[in-house]
């Protein structure tokens, strides 16, 4: 029977290769993937227990809730909008979710609060300081660029964003080349 599938923790192209991968070693048959959802044909119960006991060997869940499946829609939402450079959301990030996922954004907020312990606006402030890490890796962008690349109004507000999150200074981040960078389905 083909149905969808809701993944949590599978948010970057890395976690759709290792499905991919481990569905092809199965008997699983997979009709679609992408960033949190898998369309499988299932053929019986003990397909399902093969599909959660590889998804847990590679630090991968099924989403049962519907509060959980909006949680996870939020923050692919999010993760994707960072994936493209400079970031592109003409307006409000409320509004922006609201309708990309079609709720209204105070249920929205309600349930990723409740779920994530955090707010909708800190986490994607967390991911954007992650991308900031990761371009300060790259070492090709200076902090001015990169500050405009991440819709920062100014270097300055970026700077004591990353200075509140990492506890250092850009410039003291960057002069220590450290790769203390978080993996996105880890950040809280």
């Known amino acids: 029977m083909r149905k969808d599938y809701f993944v949590k923790n599978m948010v970057c192209d890395r976690c759709i290769?290792?499905?991919?991968?481990?569905?092809?070693?199965?008997?699983?048959?997979?009709?679609?993937?992408?960033?949190?959802?898998?369309?499988?044909?299932?053929?019986?119960?003990?397909?399902?227990?093969?599909?959660?006991?590889?998804?847990?060997?590679?630090?991968?869940?099924?989403?049962?809730?519907?509060?959980?499946?909006?949680?996870?829609?939020?923050?692919?939402?999010?993760?994707?909008?960072?994936?493209?450079?400079?970031?592109?959301?003409?307006?409000?990030?409320?509004?922006?979710?609201?309708?990309?996922?079609?709720?209204?954004y105070s249920k929205i907020s309600k349930v990723f609060s409740f779920t994530e312990g955090i707010t909708i606006e800190k986490y994607f402030i967390k991911l954007k300081i992650e991308k900031v890490k990761e371009l300060i890796q790259a070492k090709e962008l200076n902090f001015t660029e990169m500050a405009q690349l991440l819709d920062y109004s100014h270097i300055n507000h970026l700077s004591r964003q990353f200075k509140s999150e990492t506890g250092m200074s850009l410039s003291q981040y960057k002069s220590e080349q450290r790769n203390s960078r978080n993996a996105l389905d880890q950040i809280r």
């Open 17 to 104: 290769k290792v499905l991919k991968d481990e569905l092809s070693n199965s008997t699983i048959e997979l009709i679609q993937i992408e960033l949190g959802r898998l369309r499988l044909n299932i053929k019986n119960d003990q397909d399902i227990k093969k599909l959660e006991s590889l998804l847990t060997n590679n630090g991968f869940s099924l989403i049962d809730s519907s509060e959980e499946k909006l949680t996870e829609q939020v923050k692919i939402e999010l993760i994707k909008a960072l994936e493209e450079l400079p970031l592109e959301i003409h307006k409000k990030l409320s509004v922006h979710l609201a309708d990309t996922l079609g709720h209204e």
